[in-house]
C-alpha cells in the first residue's frame, strides 16, 4: 500500500480527552486556521467562520451556554452524550468553533472539510483535538445564552462543530483497527 507522510499523518490521528496543561502557541493556532481555510469548498465562497477560544471566561460562558442543569441537557443532548461535560475541556486550552453561512451553497459541507483539515493540520503539528458534539448546531438554547451567541458566531451563521484543541497528555501507541467492508468497487 502507498504510504506518505500526508497519509501517515491522517492514520495516526486520534481524539484526545486528556491534555497537557500547556497554551498553544499562536503560530501554532494561526497554521491550523490557514490549513482550514484551503478545505475544499462550494463555489469558493468559503462561507465559514472559525472562532478560537483561549480565555478561560469565555471557555465559561461556552460551558454554560450548553446547558447548566444535567435534566435538561439529558434531554437535549445528542444520544450517547454524557453529563456532567468536563468543565475544564479535558485539560485543553484552546476551543476551535467551526460555523458557516447556510444560506451559501454547500456551505456546511465546506465547514465539515474545514474541520477536518483543522484536525490534520493540529496533528501534523503534535497537536491533538476532539470534537465536542455538545457544542454544535443549538449550542446556545436559552434566552440568556442567546445574547452571548454573536460574541462566538456571526450573525446569520449556524455552528457547524466545535473542538477542543492542546498538547495530548498521552499518545496512543495502538489504533483501533478501521471496520471492514466499508467500500464498493464498482
Known amino acids: 500500500m ?14 484526545c480527552r486528556k491534555f497537557k496543561p500547556v497554551p498553544v502557541e ?17 463555489h469558493h465562497m468559503e462561507a465559514w467562520h472559525f472562532t478560537i477560544v483561549t480565555s478561560e471566561e469565555a471557555k465559561q460562558e461556552l460551558l454554560e451556554a450548553v446547558c447548566p442543569e444535567p435534566e435538561e441537557f439529558k434531554k437535549l443532548a445528542p ?11 479535558f485539560g485543553a ?23 477536518g483539515n483543522i484536525m490534520n493540520a493540529a496533528h501534523s503539528l ?10 454544535s448546531k443549538d449550542v446556545f438554547r436559552t434566552e440568556e445564552t442567546m445574547a452571548n451567541r454573536s460574541k462566538f458566531i456571526p450573525d446569520g451563521y449556524q455552528l457547524y462543530l466545535s473542538m ?13 483497527p478501521r471496520r471492514e467492508n466499508v467500500e464498493t468497487w464498482l
Do not use: H, Q
Not at 26 to 41: F, G, M, P, S, V
Not at 107 to 115: C, I
Not at 166 to 176: A, H, L, N, R
Open 79 to 89: 444520544k450517547g452524550a454524557a453529563w456532567p461535560f468536563p468543565s475544564d475541556y
Open 126 to 135: 503534535g497537536l491533538s483535538t476532539c470534537a465536542l458534539t455538545v457544542f
Open 93 to 115: 486550552p484552546v476551543v476551535i468553533m467551526v460555523s458557516y453561512d447556510p444560506t451559501a451553497p454547500w456551505a456546511d459541507a465546506g465547514a465539515y472539510l474545514a474541520a
Open 164 to 176: 477542543v484543541v492542546g498538547y495530548p497528555e498521552v499518545i496512543p501507541t495502538k489504533k483501533t
Open 26 to 42: 499562536r503560530e501554532k493556532l494561526e497554521a491550523i486556521i490557514d490549513a482550514a481555510k484551503y478545505a475544499a469548498n462550494g
Open 2 to 15: 502507498i504510504e506518505n507522510e500526508v497519509l501517515k499523518n491522517m492514520k495516526t490521528r486520534f481524539s
